[in-house]
């Protein structure tokens, strides 16, 4: 039976936006907006909150456990590509809010968590104007945070499509944007590339929460690891500091714990993204401290014998991918049709998938990204703001006649960027 403090209950009083309270009205899940979590890392300091790619049920069991074994604020997390119309797994934009209030209720989780969209990509004008759909439809979901993700077009309609799109978002939820595909040393963001998105954004009063870099990552199984540029992530959120703007790390996998340390210590960044890495540990594939799936001489993934799912069902998923031709870095898309396949293993089984998750992302949580004990840092900012609403960190000190739609397409003309090659660069 969960023991819940006087300090928990005041803050699941006030602190659950309006949709998780009309979802969920007798709930004991204390669903927060994605801002409670960044400000509960900033007030511990050099502390990042591990964002969770939910690729399966397993995955969201095992680090919600691990959040509250570190009582840590957490975000639980699911990207268009991942969780869309289009998507890749069997947990969506749609069904991540239930599952989780349902597992936080189980467990007894006393943590801050938030439900982030990360990701929601737009790519062109057609994303746009089904965004206008899709995203009210993800907050009547349970959604409490979101990525707006433009990075794959030009500047100037990157920050077009923010202000287009801002609307539609609540003013409570946490905000995220980006500058720079994501895709490793080609195309690294630049300080005057990140200072025109922010700088634009807050002309027209959008405070965003984070900014998401492509500072030298990238997603899924790497082979290298270059890793992330510190030194520049560091340099661009310096001369961000006057807007109040924390940093967004994705494609944590391929970088080791000392490098993902030095982001803790020497950037603002308080949200990290860790998907494949979490993936491959339920399933019972090896990963290094990378967190990189290990491959054999043959360039096929390992898989530890008694850990993850059953050898029989192992086998099923490789033969499953091999009749696909999938490479090791399609080996993701087996959460869609193997999910059903894995919630019907026996209990011992799934319960090691779950406590291995829960082993990786506790190790993580306390001993890299300096998360432990952040849990009542955010109910504390609920409690001193009474509310589910805790403001934008930023004020308005850009002229909004300098940032018409005119004179942004004017401005970008002169940025000096680099795209670097164009592909697939989604999660």
Known sequence: MAQYSKDFLQALEVGRPPNIVKLFPHSKALIVSGKVIDRAMIAKGRAIAMAANGRNAFVIRGVLRAAQRANAAVIIEIAKSEGGTKAYCAVNYWNIALLVDAFCNEYGITVPVAIHADHYGIKNEKDIASAKVEIPSMFDAGITSIAIDASHMPDDRNLLANIELNPFVPKWAGLETEVGEIKGKEGLS??????????????????????????????????SDAGIQVGLTAEIHKALEPYKVSGAQHGTSGNSSERLRAIANQTHTTKANVATALQMISWGVEVN???????????????????????????????????????????????????????????????????????FAYNM???????????????????????????????????????????IVERAKTLHTDKGPKGNFDD
């Not at 967190?291 to 059953?310: C, E, H, Q, R, W």
Request: charged residues 30%; aromatic residues 8%.
């Open 289 to 359: 401290d990378y967190g990189n799936a290990i491959l054999d001489s043959n360039k096929n993934l390992k898989k530890v014998p008694g850990a993850g799912v059953s050898e029989e069902v192992w086998a099923e998923m490789v033969e499953y991918a091999k009749s696909k031709e999938w490479k090791t870095g399609d080996f993701k898309k087996l959460n869609l049709p193997f999910e059903n396949r894995l919630l019907a293993l026996p209990s011992d089984v799934r319960e090691r998938m779950v406590k291995a998750v829960e082993d």
């Open 365 to 407: 949580m306390v001993n890299v990204f300096n998360g432990k004990d952040t849990a009542p840092l955010g109910i504390e900012a609920i409690l001193r703001a009474k509310s589910y609403d805790l403001g934008p960190k930023a004020t308005r000190i850009e002229d909004p006649a300098e940032w018409t739609p005119e004179k």
């Open 190 to 223: 630049t300080v005057e590339e990140a200072l025109f998105l922010i700088r634009g954004l807050n002309a027209h009063s959008i405070f965003p929460d984070w900014i998401a870099l492509n500072n030298g990552t990238t997603h899924g199984i790497e082979e």
